[in-house]
């Protein structure tokens, strides 16, 4: 979907250097989250933001980072990559509306392989 | 804690055939019931949803079918063709709080 974008769109990195994964949205919208997946483990929820003065850790956020720059802007970065973080990570963002419903549009991921 | 189950982790239907993706949740306050597509090489989108005053919603040949007393939900795919091919997610949420994602279904339809 070219309203969330990600870059870059394939990594590669030795294990110890510092990394980072940047996302934009063009929707609008507040909600932003990283998520990685892995084969058979789905989608893990790494860190969430649901407005630019909040960030919120997810279940795997040990070893990652974020800032959000703006409500566009959601950066994801590894502050010394390992080689299990090597995974597919993608960004999303929702717009809750009225009522009890969440879409989440995801970006196209980032293929991150650290050596 | 997993929130969501989700199976079978693969699934491989022949064409013409029925797919079944099963997913099964422990919160009773979760309202909302989505089902995510993913494609090779895409993020996932939106497929369709449910919420849990209907036991069923059709979409095509996509059809979720609620069972709120047993806690579980299902996604049918009626003949079933290799377009359909993909990674399936079920997922959850309640009412402001951000979804609960199941682990995922890997569908792979023979031609």
């Known amino acids: 979907d070219a309203d969330v974008t990600q870059t870059p769109r394939n990594r590669i990195t030795k294990t110890g250097k510092r990394i980072m994964l940047e996302c934009s949205q063009t929707?609008?919208?507040?909600?932003m989250y990283w998520y990685r997946q892995d084969p058979g483990l789905g989608l893990r929820l790494i860190y969430y933001?649901?407005?630019?003065?909040?960030?919120n850790k997810g279940e795997i956020s040990d070893g990652y980072s974020v800032s959000r720059q703006a409500q566009a802007k959601f950066s994801l970065s590894l502050e010394s990559a390992i080689p299990n973080q090597t995974a597919l990570y993608f960004c999303a963002t929702s717009d809750y509306g009225t009522g009890s419903q969440e879409t989440q549009y995801f970006g196209p991921g980032t293929r991150l392989l650290v050596l | 804690q997993q929130q969501v189950k989700q199976s079978p982790q693969s699934l491989i239907v022949q064409k013409g055939g029925i797919s079944i993706i099963n997913c099964a949740y422990e919160?009773?306050?979760?309202?909302?019931f989505p089902w995510y597509q993913q494609f090779p090489g895409k993020g996932p989108a939106l497929l369709i949803a449910i919420r849990p005053d209907v036991s069923e919603k059709k979409e095509g040949r996509f059809t979720i079918s609620f069972n709120k007393s047993a806690k579980q939900f299902s996604l049918h795919i009626m003949d079933s063709q290799p377009g359909d091919s993909a990674t399936y997610f079920c997922?959850?949420?309640?009412?402001?709080?951000?979804?609960?994602f199941g682990t995922g279904t890997r569908l792979l339809v023979s031609p």
């Open positions: 929707k609008g919208h507040d909600r």
């Open positions: 933001s649901f407005d630019v003065k909040d960030i």
């Open positions: 997922a959850a949420s309640r009412g402001f709080q951000k979804l609960v």
């Open positions: 919160n009773t306050a979760f309202d909302y």
